[in-house]
T-cell receptor, first 109, second 112 residues
Framework: GESVGLHLPTLSVQEGDNSIINCAYS??????FIWYKQESGKGPQFIID?????DKRQGQRVTVLLNKTVKHLSLQIAATQPGDSAVYFC????????FGKGTRLHILP | GAGVSQSPRYKVTKRGQDVALRCDPI?????LYWYRQALGQGPEFLTY????????KSGLPNDRFSAERPEGSISTLTIQRTEQRDSAMYRCASSSSLETQYFGPGTRLLVL
């Protein structure tokens, strides 16, 4: 069936380094992708989105890359900070919304 | 049923009226989320529950919005004194802890 999934359940990154969180999707018809951040005890918060007619989009310290050929989405966080510790979800939206499993980002001091 | 269900699927109401939107999550799912989705945009988080406890309601736009999940299963999102700007698709999702969220079909609300 259709699914959106993340390659790694947990990612540990040194503070100050860049983080890359990956996501694979299977629905070729999806035309809109979103990254969410969920901190402990809180709901998912929107980080950045990208439409299928783009392959890269940058925000503040974050970049999303979309590779439609291999159905791959990634979130890059520059200069990772302790406040970036959270679970990150990718989601695809088309005729329906599919959330992937989260990747927990640990920041090492 | 196997999936998340929501009712009603469509709701048209007059400005100033109260509306109650219902979500029936997947049986056994601990977490239940409410989102609002504008046309062409991704879901915007409103609130979520673990069992019957409301964990985070920071996404509720104002005090006209409230949600409850009294028995840890079905949830109701209530909007009091509706305004035209409340018109949107309201989506519910459920999950087992921090696992994949499964979305319901949504309730499309139109406030006239």
């Amino acid at each position: 069936g259709e699914s959106v999934g993340l390659h790694l359940p947990t990612l540990s990154v040194q503070e100050g380094d860049n983080s890359i969180i990956n996501c694979a999707y299977s629905n070729s018809a999806s035309d809109y992708f979103i990254w969410y951040k969920q901190e402990s005890g809180k709901g998912p918060q929107f980080i950045i989105d990208i439409r299928s007619n783009m392959d890269k989009r940058q925000g503040q310290r974050v970049t999303v890359l979309l590779n439609k050929t291999v159905k791959h989405l990634s979130l890059q966080i520059a200069a990772t900070q302790p406040g970036d510790s959270a679970v990150y979800f990718c989601a695809e939206s088309g005729d329906k919304i599919i959330f992937g499993k989260g990747t927990r980002l640990h920041i090492l001091p | 049923g196997a999936g998340v269900s929501q009712s009603p699927r469509y709701k048209v109401t007059k400005r100033g009226q109260d509306v109650a939107l219902r979500c029936d999550p997947i049986s056994g799912h601990v977490s239940l989320y409410w989102y609002r989705q504008a046309l062409g945009q991704g879901p915007e988080f409103l609130t979520y529950f673990n069992y019957e406890a409301q964990q985070d309601k920071s996404g509720l736009p104002n005090d006209r919005f409230s949600a409850e999940r009294p028995e840890g299963s079905i949830s109701t999102l209530t909007i009091q004194r509706t305004e035209q700007r409340d018109s949107a698709m309201y989506r519910c999702a459920s999950s087992s802890s921090l696992e994949t969220q499964y979305f319901g079909p949504g309730t499309r609300l139109l406030v006239l």
